[in-house]
């Protein structure tokens, strides 16, 4: 307890250096706890905005095989999966049909590839909701069985206005080439890459497209309480259809995908195949841009900390070089090599945690003041955003590790000029006149 209550009087005695260095570490633990946050935010935010806008966070998909031995996507009778979902009593907020068309979209002579998803609109109260809608109105969308919304971008690439026709070419489910015509009702704020995934129309007409029965359709839209139980629930209902169904085994990613769909083309088998897969599988490429971020945040956090050691290292040198002659009247008195080592560490130790506290608090306050503003959805950056509003998910684990490593740094910086002055023999430090 008395070298703590020295170690705390040093660093009073010392405020402006201590108050600079504390400010340096506070820097650096800021930017590095932000930069981790943020990244959080951003992979929670996408997942959860596209889950609403595929409407799904679970997807099971029909396959067939035609006589050609063409791959066709169709679920015409949906009795046992329905009733293995409802036996799974999953957390599910909303169960969803839909058909996906690859599409070509003609107008003027302009043409634009853009998958539309067919969707039963009374049955998604969250899509319509998350809809960022920059021309048109969903209640013109709902009231024309032909209409037809696509993000700004296409429509401007097209040169197509909200209220004019366009042509839509798509291969039915067993490989025919068919045309229909659409009307332009709505066109949705541009989602950057999502923009060739969200064009949505009526499921009946674009059942009609594809040539596939009114009832039926391609994929089963699960829409959970969150993101966090997506796995368990997808492993929890897959052991339910299992034995029921013919389902292709589970995977990860999207290589997984498309391997399994080469081996449906390259065997042989007969009546329905079902796949499921996860929003997870189909955004592992997030995970990755996240990381791209977090390991940016890191590098810049290293080359902030290593100049900050510098900093430390050099007043440490300079404190026990001012501190001679104290550090021997201490060692006269009885005070150890160990314990003067271990007084120099702890007040390094006490500038850190002090550093970082004031950085985390720094950091949580910028967190709240960007969080409060709201950007509004018609940005092309909603999709990043919590309805329009920045998200930083601050993790407590890496808090303490953030913590952990900016303590052992700055040690480490200390870590010499401690050594040197617990080195130092009682009689010369005393002789010392600085």
């Not at 009307?183 to 969200?198: D, I, K």
């Not at 040198?317 to 160990?338: D, K």
């Amino acid at each position: 307890m008395t070298l703590l209550r020295i170690a705390f009087r040093n660093l009073n005695r010392q405020k402006k250096r201590s108050i600079l260095l504390g400010v340096a570490i506070a820097f650096g633990f800021m930017i590095i706890t932000l930069v981790n946050a943020f990244a959080a935010g951003f992979v929670l935010n996408i997942r959860e905005n596209v889950s609403q806008l595929v409407a799904g966070h679970l997807f099971i998909t029909g396959y067939e095989k035609s006589p050609s031995g063409r791959l066709v996507r169709v679920i015409r009778d949906d009795s046992e999966l329905l009733a293995a979902i409802e036996r799974a009593e999953l957390s599910s907020r909303l169960v969803a049909r839909r058909t996906l068309a690859e599409a070509t979209i003609i107008f003027s002579g302009e043409s634009v590839p853009q998958q539309i998803v067919g969707l039963e609109w009374d049955s998604q109260p969250f899509l319509r909701e998350r809809l960022a809608l920059r021309e048109g109105t969903l209640d013109e969308m709902l009231a024309d069985p032909r209409g037809l919304i696509l993000s700004e971008d296409v429509a401007e690439r097209l040169g197509v206005a909200v209220g004019e026709q366009v042509i839509v070419q798509a291969r039915t489910a067993t490989g025919q080439l068919n045309v229909a015509d659409f009307v332009l009702r709505a066109t949705t704020v541009s989602a950057g890459f999502l923009s060739t995934f969200n064009g949505y129309g009526h499921l009946d007409y674009i059942n009609g497209l594809l040539n596939i029965g009114p009832q039926e359709y391609v994929t089963l839209g699960i829409l959970l309480e969150g993101l966090d139980v997506v796995d368990v629930e997808a492993e929890r209902l897959f052991e339910l259809l299992e034995p029921q169904l013919n389902m292709l085994p589970r995977f990860a990613g999207q290589g997984g995908f498309l391997d399994q769909r080469e081996e449906l083309l390259r065997s042989d088998w007969q009546g329905t195949r079902y796949q499921m897969t996860t929003i997870n599988d189909f955004l592992s490429g997030i995970d990755d841009v996240a990381r791209a971020l977090v390991i940016a945040g890191a590098v810049v956090a290293l080359i902030l900390f290593t100049i900050i050691m510098v900093g430390i290292t050099n007043t440490f040198r300079m404190i026990v070089h001012e501190r001679t002659r104290e550090i021997g009247t201490m060692r006269a008195l009885g005070l150890h090599r160990r314990q003067t080592r271990r007084l120099f560490l702890l007040e390094a130790l006490f500038l850190s945690l002090g550093g970082a506290a004031g950085g985390l608090v720094l950091a949580l306050i910028i967190r709240v003041v960007l969080q409060a503003f709201d950007f509004g959805l018609d940005t092309p950056l909603f999709i990043m955003m919590d309805d329009g509003h920045l998200t930083f998910a601050v993790a407590p684990a890496s808090v303490l590790l953030f913590l952990a490593s900016v303590a052992a740094l700055t040690l480490l910086a200390a870590l010499f000029p401690a050594n040197r002055a617990a080195a130092k023999p009682p009689a010369d430090a005393l002789r010392t006149t600085v």
